[in-house]
């Protein structure tokens, strides 16, 4: 099974600054990469497939680039709706995995 | 626009099997460009990807969960059902039913794109 790892596990930050998260695979997933977003109680939401692919509806602040075995989800201008925990997800192989998990907070 | 809901019983005893429903409203199971996924989150935890069912009732799963998961789909209903057989409080968690792309050609898999709002379901005697 691929194994799915994010760096860093949570991440304090500020309104209007620029955060990078990233999702390491156990072995190349070519650009079969997805990200979503979760906040407290509710289902995650996809925002970026692909790797690089904007999700309908999501902000262009959001964007995800990488390939192979090292993927990165970027959000510029930090808005108060964009705490939560981020997933990424390989959809390579079966199972499909996801990975622990990036928990972003208010500084 | 495509919803899904989850339903069914809250809590099951320990050993007993776990029982949802997943009703797609807005739009047709039948399609081909997608299959219909089972998630779940434990408490505080993870996202565990269970299984997948196309309409014609091709259907995986997680090897981790073995032989105690059982995925079925109604194609007359627009519903598709998941059983998870000898419980234990470790299967404690969020249940999720979502939509996940499906390239015909290929024969990969995409993201999951609409979720449901979930539904926790508690074992515990």
């Known amino acids: 099974d691929i194994q799915m790892t994010p760096s860093p596990s949570s991440l304090s930050a500020s309104v209007g600054d620029r955060v990078t998260i990233t999702c390491r695979a156990s072995q190349s997933i070519s650009r079969y990469l997805n990200w979503y977003q979760q906040k407290p109680g509710k289902a995650p939401k996809l925002l970026i497939y692909a790797a690089s692919s904007l999700q309908s509806g999501v902000p262009s602040r959001f964007s995800g680039s990488g390939s192979g075995t090292d993927f990165t989800l970027t959000i510029n201008s930090l808005q108060p709706e964009d705490f939560a925990t981020y997933y990424c997800?390989?959809?390579?192989?079966?199972?499909?995995?996801f990975g622990q998990g990036t928990k972003l907070e208010i500084k | 626009q495509l919803q899904l809901q989850e339903s069914g019983p809250g809590l099951v005893k320990p050993s007993e099997t776990l029982s949802l429903t997943c009703t797609v409203s807005g739009g047709s199971i039948s399609s081909s460009s997608y299959y219909w996924g089972w998630i779940r989150q434990p408490p505080g935890k993870g996202l565990e990807w269970i299984g997948s069912?196309?309409?014609?009732?091709?259907?995986y799963h997680n090897p981790s969960l073995k032989s105690r998961v059982t995925i079925s789909v109604d194609t007359s209903k627009n519903q598709f059902s998941l059983k998870l057989s000898s419980v234990t409080a470790a299967d404690t968690a969020v249940y999720y039913c979502?939509?996940?792309?499906?390239?015909?050609?290929?024969?990969?898999?995409?993201?999951?794109?609409?979720w449901g709002q979930g539904t926790m379901v508690t074992v515990s005697s």
């Open positions: 997800q390989q959809s390579y192989t079966t199972p499909t995995s």
């Open positions: 979502a939509r996940m792309g499906y390239d015909i050609l290929t024969g990969r898999h995409d993201a999951f794109d609409i």
């Open positions: 069912i196309y309409y014609s009732g091709s259907t």
